[in-house]
Nanobody, 125 residues
Framework: QVQLVESGGGSVQDGGSLRLSCAAS????????MGWFRQAPGKEREFVAA?????????LYADSAKGRFTISRDNAKNTVFLQMNSLKPEDTAAYYC?????????????????WGQGTQVTVSS
């Protein structure tokens, strides 16, 4: 079992930045691909970013996140990060961290076996 806990959410102004963290316990994250997803009220969950296991050489981003968000990982600290810059009101959502049982990053939520409880991000104009 892997337990994931997100932190770093909050309220920022349009154009601001936040850094989300996802700390894992239970089992090491090292070989697992990790992803960030988000869900706004009344909308379906959507993919944001993902990073491959071990060195994290493979990263994937939603078009909405490219150029603004950066996913990274620190295996020694069992933590994954999502640096979000140039935030927009449409980025407002609950952000969820997820872990796969495999090393390959994917954009499909159903490929991820473990999920955190989420952290709220609110961007005001």
């Amino acid at each position: 079992q892997v337990q994931l806990v997100e932190s770093g959410g909050g309220s920022v102004q349009d154009g601001g930045s936040l850094r989300l963290s996802c700390a894992a316990s239970g089992r090491a994250l090292g070989g697992r691909a990790m992803g960030w997803f988000r869900q706004a009220p009344g909308k379906e969950r959507e993919f944001v970013a993902a990073i491959g296991g071990w060195s994290g050489s493979g990263t994937l981003y939603a078009d909405s996140a490219k150029g603004r968000f950066t996913i990274s990982r620190d295996n020694a600290k069992n933590t994954v990060f999502l640096q979000m810059n140039s935030l927009k009101p449409e980025d407002t959502a609950a952000y969820y961290c997820a872990a796969r049982q495999f090393t390959g990053a994917t954009i499909k939520g159903n490929d991820y076996a473990y999920w955190g409880q989420g952290t709220q991000v609110t961007v005001s104009s």
